[in-house]
């Protein structure tokens, strides 16, 4: 069974400090990994893409991949209240045509 | 640029009746997905259709058939509803290239 693991929260950080958010996934094949964002009883959006080994950023957003250990995780700098929502942790399925397999998500609290 | 689109975004059906949700997307996409979400579990597969006139199971499929009418649009019917089809569902293409997929706006559907 591949599994995608993330810790299901609250995560409840103070506004302005640096939030993080893991995941960890089973299958050593994965190459593309995502990381989605979810308000309450709205739908996913896509925040960021890695493929690769290293740090990406994008504005307060940096992923970071290390595929040696399996983990992929997301940083927010200057957390603000807008950014509480539940984080999903997506990671592609090699044997799995097309398909994703998704982490169950991890709920940010950003408390002013 | 509407990106992907589901109707209906509301529905409350009885036991046994039967329903469509519709879902186009005007990306050019080749893949499409629908996933059900439930409190606590998740994104979770019901079907998808990695191409125009295929359609293949995911992790739930079963009170469920699809049709990939088109490359835009993709269907999924339900025949005689239960309740534990009570959920919401998300209908999302897939860019090839990167592999992201980007998700409609969801529909909510009760059965009573």
């Known amino acids: 069974q591949k599994e995608v693991e993330q810790n299901s929260g609250p995560l409840s950080v103070p506004e302005g400090a640096i939030a993080s958010l893991n995941c960890t996934y089973s299958?050593?094949?994965?190459?593309?990994f995502f990381w989605y964002r979810q308000y309450s009883g709205k739908s996913p959006e896509l925040i960021m893409s890695i493929y690769s080994n290293g740090d990406k950023e994008d504005g307060r957003f940096t992923a970071q991949l290390n595929k040696a250990s399996q983990y992929v995780s997301l940083l927010i700098r200057d957390s603000q209240p807008s950014d509480s929502a539940t984080y999903l942790c997506a990671v592609n399925s090699p044997s799995g045509n097309y398909q994703l397999i998704w982490g169950a998500g991890t709920k940010l609290i950003i408390k002013p | 640029n509407a990106g992907v689109t589901q109707t209906p975004k509301f529905q409350v059906l009885k036991t046994g009746q039967s329903m469509t949700l519709q879902c186009a997307q005007d990306m050019n996409h080749n893949s499409m997905y629908w996933y059900r979400q439930d409190p606590g579990m998740g994104l979770r597969l019901i079907y998808y259709s990695a191409s125009e006139g295929t359609t293949d199971k995911g992790e739930v499929p079963n009170g469920y058939n699809v049709s990939r009418l088109n490359k835009r649009e993709f269907s999924l019917r339900l025949e005689s509803a239960a309740p534990s089809q009570t959920s919401v569902y998300f209908c999302a293409s897939r860019e090839q290239g990167t592999g992201e997929l980007f998700f409609g706006e969801g529909s909510r559907l009760t059965v009573l």
């Open positions: 299958d050593r094949g994965s190459q593309s």
